[in-house]
């Protein structure tokens, strides 16, 4: 009797959800470092060593589908038959890209998937910040309304200065529907976009003395890590908002408490984090700010065109097919 084909085996260096597992599964044998009894390291939470070494042979492809999940040069090098690295993630921080490319590793990521729903909550997050939705409701359902009257008024969106850190895919996204609302947009870039009508800033500290609100939408990289500081919330002004939907540690977290605090800065609409899931005690009080748990990026219909692209990406790699997806 003949036997089926064996599945190409697929490393999963971090537990995905029930939904993606049993995607995967179909068409691939899956490495799950998190069943092994030695296969997670317990301070960094990373694939052990002796996981990967065991299991050295037989890897020639990984998934990457957690931002504190890294991909680097100790990984590969227990790894030495492998070919691809596919992430779940449009930001590239948690794969060392160089490196991938000095050993001819191929590497994929979320291309445009997440882009629509990321840019869709950011314009949610200004739009609560400033008519101060989330707030109102809790003002409503604590009873406070009969007691205490009319809940204070929010601020207008239409006509604000909107400054983009970062005029990449998402960038561009939220550009156009904050356009739409009438904002006048700004952007810093690396690279001046000669192709785009907004007013380009050459640096975050200028873009924050021309805006009224800061939407924080760059990579993390080593150049762009704490990018928004003292010194550009200072800039911003007491009135001004900053929105971040990019990465927890493009915003330097302490200083921006600070300023809340003071009163130096008007507000914060939040979806990630500096330290996750840990989230200063002080932004969880203030009616200024609005929090969401790191779930711009996701919506039922993105979850789905995630699963499939990764499952996609991984048949074109074992069947020596371009990547759907592929970083160059």
Same mark, same amino acid.
């Given at each position: 009797?003949?036997?089926?084909?064996?599945?190409?085996?697929?490393?999963?260096?971090?537990?995905?959800?029930?939904?993606?597992?049993?995607?995967?599964?179909?068409?691939?044998?899956?490495?799950?470092?998190?069943?092994?009894?030695?296969?997670?390291?317990?301070?960094?939470?990373?694939?052990?060593?002796?996981?990967?070494?065991?299991?050295?042979?037989?890897?020639?492809?990984?998934?990457?589908?957690?931002?504190?999940?890294?991909?680097?040069?100790?990984?590969?090098?227990?790894?030495?038959?492998?070919?691809?690295?596919?992430?779940?993630?449009?930001?590239?921080?948690?794969?060392?890209?160089?490196?991938?490319?000095?050993?001819?590793?191929?590497?994929?990521?979320?291309?445009? @998937?997440? *882009? &629509?729903? $990321?840019?869709?909550?950011?314009?949610?997050?200004?739009? !609560? +910040? /400033?008519?101060?939705?989330?707030?109102?409701?809790?003002?409503?359902?604590?009873?406070?309304?009969?007691?205490?009257?009319?809940?204070?008024?929010?601020?207008?969106?239409?006509?604000?200065?909107?400054?983009?850190?970062?005029?990449?895919?998402?960038?561009?996204?939220?550009?156009?529907?904050?356009?739409?609302?009438?904002?006048?947009?700004?952007?810093?870039?690396?690279?001046?976009?000669?192709?785009?009508?907004?007013?380009?800033?050459?640096?975050?500290?200028?873009?924050?003395?021309?805006?009224?609100?800061?939407? @924080?939408? *760059? &990579?993390? $990289?080593?150049?762009?890590?704490?990018?928004?500081?003292? !010194? +550009? /919330?200072?800039?911003?002004?007491?009135?001004?908002?900053?929105?971040?939907?990019?990465?927890?540690?493009?915003?330097?977290?302490?200083?921006?408490?600070?300023?809340?605090?003071?009163?130096?800065?008007?507000?914060?609409?939040?979806?990630?984090?500096?330290?996750?899931?840990?989230?200063?005690?002080?932004?969880?009080?203030?009616?200024?700010?609005?929090?969401?748990?790191?779930?711009?990026?996701?919506?039922?219909?993105?979850?789905?065109?995630?699963?499939?692209?990764?499952?996609?990406?991984?048949?074109?790699?074992?069947?020596?097919?371009?990547?759907?997806?592929?970083?160059?």
């Amino acid at each position: 009797m003949e036997q089926p084909p064996q599945r190409p085996t697929v490393l999963v260096l971090r537990r995905i959800s029930a939904r993606f597992e049993e995607a995967l599964s179909k068409g691939f044998h899956l490495l799950k470092p998190w069943e092994a009894e030695d296969g997670v390291e317990a301070e960094s939470g990373q694939a052990s060593g002796a996981f990967l070494a065991r299991h050295a042979d037989s890897v020639r492809a990984v998934l990457c589908s957690d931002p504190g999940t890294r991909v680097e040069g100790r990984v590969m090098a227990l790894l030495p038959r492998l070919e691809c690295v596919v992430s779940t993630s449009m930001g590239l921080n948690n794969v060392d890209v160089a490196e991938c490319r000095r050993r001819g590793v191929a590497v994929a990521n979320a291309g445009s @998937v997440f *882009c &629509e729903d $990321t840019a869709d909550h950011a314009v949610g997050l200004l739009i !609560d +910040v /400033l008519r101060r939705v989330s707030a109102g409701d809790r003002y409503v359902r604590s009873g406070r309304w009969p007691q205490q009257g009319d809940f204070p008024l929010g601020s207008k969106l239409g006509g604000k200065r909107v400054g983009i850190v970062g005029l990449g895919k998402i960038g561009s996204e939220i550009a156009g529907r904050l356009q739409a609302f009438g904002c006048v947009i700004l952007y810093h870039a690396r690279t001046r976009k000669t192709y785009v009508p907004y007013a380009y800033s050459p640096s975050v500290l200028d873009l924050a003395k021309q805006s009224d609100v800061l939407v @924080v939408a *760059c &990579e993390l $990289t080593d150049e762009t890590h704490h990018i928004i500081n003292k !010194d +550009v /919330l200072s800039a911003l002004g007491k009135h001004g908002v900053v929105i971040n939907i990019g990465r927890g540690r493009l915003v330097d977290e302490k200083a921006l408490v600070r300023c809340l605090i003071q009163g130096e800065i008007g507000g914060a609409g939040l979806d990630v984090f500096e330290n996750e899931p840990d989230v200063p005690a002080e932004l969880r009080l203030m009616d200024n700010v609005v929090l969401s748990p790191h779930k711009a990026f996701l919506s039922q219909k993105s979850l789905s065109d995630i699963i499939q692209l990764t499952v996609q990406n991984l048949e074109a790699f074992f069947s020596n097919r371009p990547l759907l997806s592929p970083v160059t």
